[in-house]
């Protein structure tokens, strides 16, 4: 069974940084894209990084554009969302998720993943 793990999120005052890891249960790992999304209390899940997992292609959304940083480890089977410059605005719950598809899209639509970790909460306090 194929599982995503995310760690790293916790309370972190605004200004800070904080790194998010997602790691795989499988032994291997070959996913085309994998992406980040967020989802704050009453709201949607949101899309905020996507990275292809070979080619090492990133696209963010605007409101983190030039804050978080998304990479990967192909070795150890696991992708990092950096996110620096941290706003309480960020707060929400952060899951990382894996698109199978070969389409050569870095998707923004979170119907368009197949798998999803368990999220991990990150709290920025003002």
């Known amino acids: 069974q194929v599982q995503l793990v995310e760690s790293g999120g916790g309370l972190v005052q605004a200004g800070g940084s904080l790194r998010l890891s997602c790691a795989a249960s499988?032994?291997?790992?070959?996913?085309?894209?994998m992406g980040w999304f967020r989802q704050a209390p009453g709201k949607e899940r949101e899309f905020v990084a996507a990275?292809?997992?070979?080619?090492?292609?990133?696209y963010y959304a605007d409101s983190v554009k030039g804050r978080f940083t998304a990479s990967r480890d192909i070795a150890k089977n696991t992708v990092y969302l950096q996110m620096n410059s941290l706003k309480p605005e960020d707060t929400a719950v952060y899951y990382c998720?894996?698109?199978?598809?070969?389409?050569?899209?870095?998707?923004?639509?979170?119907?368009?993943?197949?798998?999803w970790g368990q999220g991990t909460q990150v709290t920025v306090s003002s």
């Open positions: 499988t032994r291997t790992f070959r996913w085309y894209t």
């Open positions: 998720a894996a698109d199978r598809k070969d389409s050569g899209i870095l998707n923004t639509n979170a119907d368009e993943y197949d798998y």
């Open positions: 990275i292809s997992w070979l080619g090492g292609r990133t």
